[in-house]
């Protein structure tokens, strides 16, 4: 079987490393990266351009299409694929936009009782602030537009807080903000692979989101993640999965946009209960690292069975007992304003203690070294007997790689090796 998977970075690395362990997968990739070369063969393609992925499709005919990042999906390259007679993992443009408009998933998730925070759709200054003050600190303001998960700022400080709807709004004709209440408790996020109408869940990983220890600094695209959750709730999975990613299945078939692709759920477990941040329409960075690290099953079946509507009849999924902990080694400055070029060394000797190196921003240059090109520049993967020993093994190996200006977090996955995760009352 020939898949082309279209992206570039590390999830799109771990998705191509899960898809060719089976030996009778071959695996082709646009653009890729220069980890991704050692696994397929690239194309210098940009991602977002339909036409040309429309027509790279064409020259080499591949039996499926996974398409990773949100960018290309909200630009309809999986209807201009269909439209072509490909068989294509990852939803329609008007079913992207569960991800792609903050108040499109808000309006589908009221329909479909997903509990949720409340929230305000804001188109002026005005109305944000009134928003912001009904709703009281910590105040959550989100951009309605996609912003690579930079668009949204929480804080204490409604100056900040009516700063960045300001921003937003005026950043674009049309420019909106949601306001929304703000919610407590750790946060999980739940992955469903869904047909369209079947959606089969993975197994639940944490995100570290800001940059820094403690959960300190800017919102970044996701520093670092384990999985399993010793601390979940009992039956989480099947409880989200009756009542959030299912219902949200239905409701789009309902309304005639089926969701085939990768439903993300971006979950808070507050003190009331699960409620659902954000969706996304296609697999987590760097969550999926964590995951596919632990998946026993075929990666390839699964994705074939959703995008060819036959997910019922697929065997349930088998899961390895291993904790896996990625980590993600960042550029200088990231994520304000990340510099590139700094050259990287160090990565094979990791290799050789056993660790996994996704490559995200990187690039090679004409003498062969891998060089810093883009804000997240590796998610260096470990797995282990339980989250304790992947972190052992991540941190020793990890700091056999090197470049300047490099910088990562030191906790991710500690609290919970450590069952500092306190869930309160509620679930008592
Ligand atoms: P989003 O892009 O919607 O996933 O938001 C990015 C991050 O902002 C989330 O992962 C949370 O850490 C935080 N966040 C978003 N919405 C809320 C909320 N209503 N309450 C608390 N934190 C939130
Ligand atoms: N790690 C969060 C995301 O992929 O959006």
């Avoid at 695209?221 to 990613?245: E, I, Q």
């Avoid at 790689?401 to 008592?428: N, V």
Wanted: glycine fraction near 10%.
């Amino acid at each position: 079987m020939l898949i082309l998977v279209i992206g570039q970075g590390a999830r799109e690395h771990a998705i191509i490393q899960s898809l060719t362990r089976d030996p009778d997968v071959n695996v082709i990739c646009a653009p890729g990266n220069p980890g991704i070369q050692q696994l397929a063969k690239t194309f210098n393609v940009n991602s977002n351009d339909v036409s040309e992925i429309v027509a790279l499709a064409k020259t080499h005919n591949p039996d499926l299409v996974v398409i990773g990042p949100e960018a290309p999906l909200v630009a309809g390259v999986a209807d201009e694929l269909r439209n072509a007679g490909f068989v294509v993992f990852g939803p329609s443009k008007a079913a992207a936009a569960l991800e792609g408009s903050k108040a499109f998933a808000k309006e589908i998730m009221q329909a479909a009782r997903v509990p949720t925070a409340d929230s305000k759709y804001c188109q002026t200054v005005p109305e944000a602030r009134a928003a912001l003050e009904l709703f009281g600190a910590p105040y959550v303001v989100k951009d309605d537009g996609l912003a690579a998960g930079k668009g949204v700022v929480v804080t204490d400080d409604i100056d900040s807080a009516v700063a960045h709807a300001m921003a937003c709004i005026d950043s674009r004709d049309g420019g909106a903000v949601v306001i929304e209440e703000f919610l407590d408790g750790p946060e999980v996020s739940l992955f469903g692979v869904s047909d369209g109408t079947t959606i089969v869940p993975l197994t639940p990983a944490q995100d570290f989101k800001r940059v820094g220890n403690n959960d300190e600094g800017p919102n970044t695209g996701g520093m670092g993640a384990y999985s399993p959750l010793p601390w979940a709730p009992k039956d989480f999975v099947p409880d989200v999965t009756k009542n959030v990613l299912q219902p949200m299945v239905d409701e789009m078939n309902r309304r005639g946009i089926p969701f085939q692709g990768l439903l993300f759920a971006g979950l808070a477990v507050t003190s009331r209960g699960v409620r659902v941040i954000e969706f996304n329409a296609r697999f987590g960075d760097p969550e999926t690292q964590v995951v596919l690290a632990r998946l026993n099953s075929s990666l390839s079946e699964l994705l074939l069975a959703a995008a060819t509507g036959k997910l019922s009849s697929l065997p349930e999924l088998e899961w390895k007992s291993e904790s896996a902990v990625t980590v993600v080694m960042a550029a200088e400055g990231y994520p304000d304003s990340p510099k590139t070029g700094a050259t990287i060394y160090g990565i094979a000797e990791a290799e050789k203690l056993g660790l996994t190196v996704f490559h995200a921003g990187t690039k090679s240059n004409e003498s062969g070294e891998i060089l810093v090109n883009g804000g997240r520049v590796l998610s260096v993967t470990a797995t282990g007997s339980d989250l304790s020993d992947a972190r052992r093994q991540i941190y020793a190996g990890i700091e056999r790689i090197e470049f300047d200006g490099e910088h990562h977090r030191s906790d991710i996955a500690e609290k919970a090796a450590l069952g500092q995760i306190d869930l309160g009352e509620h679930y008592g």
